[in-house]
């Protein structure tokens, strides 16, 4: 068979092989996995690995925050940095406000997605306002457009929601095959530290970690935990950032509950010193969970290796470090004036890569699962994406593991002004990137199309595996009737 498109002589790495063969593609999936292949294109990958396409699963683009700012990077260039970072799938939030309905948020993101992406993408569902309809009308129809996760808020004024309505999210997303996400931090802790702080005058960038301690992310966990545990539902905790945090959730899924859960690069890769670099550099590493101590460190990356953590994401929230950004309210802004997040979408899977892989930290197959097969399975997309098999889409991030290059701002793809991870020299990066059998980057070039990325309707959460925790203390369907949500 004559292929559009052969990839030839490179290693293929998939979430439990790792074998030489070709990968032949036509019509922009994968045809046949083989040797000496024919196609009309040919991209020769000897010496290279050849992984499935990483799925960066959390990430804000062209996004408001509740309080008003901005993501730079839009559909555009969050797609092309994510292409770069060797990502031929991305997963940003589409974000509910409170006045908002969930299927006009979907409009409004869709309107900004279009056309503009070089990679395919889906969205996650922030929900902050459940008033009027929206649980019984509009969630089901989200979940018909092939948008099946969620996410809540336990913090943050003008997002969180209430232990009653997240029941109620999580209760109904289980009715419909849906997964709820959350961030998990204790609102009322963080309130009241902050307010000493200000009173007392600590305003740098460095209390903002100090008023969001361990414990806020620990209770937050553990409740969010038992609320899930109550009504039987899945539940996915986003940026987890403590030792504690993580044993929870190790713990739960010991127990059989459906709890899954994702870390991120800042947790094994910066920590509390780079708060206190001078004046407000610190900003520039200020995010929610915030980044804390070595130890820290330490122990996520065991819980990374044991299988604690399904998902390794970036939380890509770009702010630039200027008046659009981290400085819109001036150089003198306490810590909450401030806009939380950094950018991180090109180098999450170089970073893993590099002092995962390189350093014998974790396996290939490790590397595979938590850049993107695990993503594809957990988000309702496996096997059309997240896989390299017949049949799969043509989603292929060609690595070469010896390159080695450093990373600094000039050289990232965003629209950022700086990257908290400047002069770090990085082992391991991918040099061309295939979405859907369509070349994006080749040999480190562009040549994606920003018509070319599509929205992916994603299918039920897939909970094989999980025992599921059957004794319920109170028995919802027994005792309100079958269904909660019609
Ligand atoms: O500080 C962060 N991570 N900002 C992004 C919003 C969020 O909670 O993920
Ligand atoms: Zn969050
Ligand atoms: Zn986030």
């Given at each position: 068979?004559?292929?559009?498109?052969?990839?030839?002589?490179?290693?293929?790495?998939?979430?439990?092989?790792?074998?030489?063969?070709?990968?032949?593609?036509?019509?922009?999936?994968?045809?046949?996995?083989?040797?000496?292949?024919?196609?009309?294109?040919?991209?020769?990958?000897?010496?290279?690995?050849?992984?499935?396409?990483?799925?960066?699963?959390?990430?804000?683009?062209?996004?408001?925050?509740a309080t008003g700012?901005?993501?730079?990077?839009?559909?555009?260039?969050g797609s092309v940095?994510?292409?770069?970072?060797?990502?031929?799938?991305?997963?940003?939030?589409?974000?509910?406000?409170?006045?908002?309905?969930?299927?006009?948020?979907?409009?409004?993101?869709?309107?900004?997605?279009?056309?503009?992406?070089?990679?395919?993408?889906?969205?996650?569902?922030?929900?902050?306002?459940?008033?009027?309809?929206?649980?019984?009308?509009?969630?089901?129809?989200?979940?018909?457009?092939?948008?099946?996760?969620?996410?809540?808020?336990?913090?943050?004024?003008?997002?969180?929601?209430?232990?009653?309505?997240?029941?109620?999210?999580?209760?109904?997303?289980?009715?419909?095959?849906?997964?709820?996400?959350?961030?998990?931090?204790?609102?009322?802790?963080?309130?009241?530290?902050?307010?000493?702080?200000?009173?007392?005058?600590?305003?740098?960038?460095?209390?903002?970690?100090?008023?969001?301690?361990?414990?806020?992310?620990?209770?937050?966990?553990?409740?969010?935990?038992?609320?899930?545990?109550?009504?039987?539902?899945?539940?996915?905790?986003?940026?987890?950032?403590?030792?504690?945090?993580?044993?929870?959730?190790?713990?739960?899924?010991?127990?059989?509950?459906?709890?899954?859960?994702?870390?991120?690069?800042?947790?094994?890769?910066?920590?509390?010193?780079?708060?206190?670099?001078?004046?407000?550099?610190?900003?520039?590493?200020?995010?929610?969970?915030?980044?804390?101590?070595?130890?820290?460190?330490?122990?996520?990356?065991?819980?990374?290796?044991?299988?604690?953590?399904?998902?390794?994401?970036?939380?890509?929230?770009?702010?630039?470090?200027?008046?659009?950004?981290?400085?819109?309210?001036?150089?003198?802004?306490?810590?909450?004036?401030?806009?939380?997040?950094?950018?991180?979408?090109?180098?999450?899977?170089?970073?893993?890569?590099?002092?995962?892989?390189?350093?014998?930290?974790?396996?290939?197959?490790?590397?595979?699962?938590?850049?993107?097969?695990?993503?594809?399975?957990?988000?309702?997309?496996?096997?059309?994406?997240?896989?390299?098999?017949?049949?799969?889409?043509?989603?292929?991030?060609?690595?070469?593991?010896?390159?080695?290059?450093?990373?600094?701002?000039?050289?990232?793809?965003?629209?950022?002004?700086?990257?908290?991870?400047?002069?770090?020299?990085?082992?391991?990066?991918?040099?061309?990137?295939?979405?859907?059998?369509?070349?994006v980057i080749m040999?480190?070039?562009?040549?994606?199309?920003?018509?070319?990325?599509?929205?992916?309707?994603?299918?039920?959460?897939?909970?094989?595996?999980?025992?599921?925790?059957?004794?319920?203390?109170?028995?919802?369907?027994?005792?309100?009737?079958?269904?909660?949500?019609?």
């Amino acid at each position: 068979m004559l292929h559009d498109l052969v990839i030839s002589g490179g290693t293929i790495v998939t979430a439990t092989e790792t074998y030489k063969a070709d990968v032949g593609i036509k019509n922009g999936t994968i045809q046949t996995l083989g040797y000496d292949l024919l196609g009309s294109e040919k991209i020769d990958a000897s010496n290279k690995l050849v992984l499935p396409g990483g799925i960066e699963a959390h990430c804000h683009i062209a996004q408001e925050s509740a309080t008003g700012g901005v993501t730079s990077d839009d559909y555009r260039s969050g797609s092309v940095s994510a292409a770069y970072g060797g990502n031929t799938c991305f997963i940003p939030f589409a974000a509910q406000h409170r006045g908002m309905g969930l299927l006009e948020t979907l409009d409004l993101y869709d309107s900004r997605s279009l056309n503009s992406s070089v990679i395919d993408f889906s969205y996650h569902l922030i929900i902050s306002d459940l008033s009027g309809n929206v649980m019984e009308r509009e969630f089901p129809k989200a979940v018909a457009r092939g948008v099946t996760s969620f996410k809540v808020f336990m913090t943050y004024d003008l997002l969180k929601i209430t232990d009653e309505q997240f029941l109620e999210v999580l209760h109904t997303a289980k009715e419909y095959g849906a997964l709820t996400m959350v961030h998990a931090e204790n609102s009322g802790i963080i309130n009241w530290v902050s307010e000493k702080l200000i009173k007392g005058g600590h305003t740098a960038p460095r209390y903002h970690a100090i008023s969001h301690p361990a414990l806020a992310e620990v209770e937050a966990i553990s409740r969010a935990i038992m609320l899930s545990k109550f009504v039987d539902a899945p539940l996915l905790i986003v940026h987890v950032s403590t030792p504690a945090g993580a044993n929870l959730v190790r713990d739960a899924r010991n127990e059989g509950l459906k709890i899954f859960a994702e870390t991120c690069p800042q947790y094994l890769f910066l920590n509390r010193k780079d708060l206190d670099r001078p004046g407000m550099e610190g900003a520039k590493f200020m995010c929610s969970p915030p980044v804390r101590d070595s130890e820290t460190q330490e122990a996520l990356w065991r819980h990374l290796q044991l299988g604690t953590f399904d998902v390794f994401s970036s939380d890509h929230s770009p702010y630039r470090f200027d008046e659009t950004g981290k400085l819109s309210k001036g150089v003198d802004a306490t810590f909450q004036q401030i806009a939380n997040g950094m950018p991180g979408i090109a180098t999450r899977l170089p970073l893993l890569f590099s002092e995962g892989v390189n350093k014998g930290r974790i396996t290939l197959q490790q590397f595979v699962r938590l850049s993107s097969t695990n993503a594809a399975r957990t988000y309702g997309m496996l096997p059309q994406k997240g896989s390299i098999s017949v049949g799969a889409d043509a989603d292929i991030a060609i690595w070469d593991p010896n390159l080695k290059r450093v990373v600094t701002a000039q050289n990232q793809h965003d629209a950022m002004d700086y990257t908290p991870y400047e002069g770090l020299e990085l082992t391991g990066w991918p040099t061309s990137v295939i979405t859907r059998g369509k070349p994006v980057i080749m040999d480190g070039q562009l040549v994606g199309d920003h018509s070319h990325g599509k929205f992916i309707a994603r299918g039920k959460i897939d909970l094989t595996g999980i025992p599921g925790h059957q004794a319920l203390e109170l028995d919802i369907e027994k005792n309100f009737g079958a269904n909660l949500t019609s």
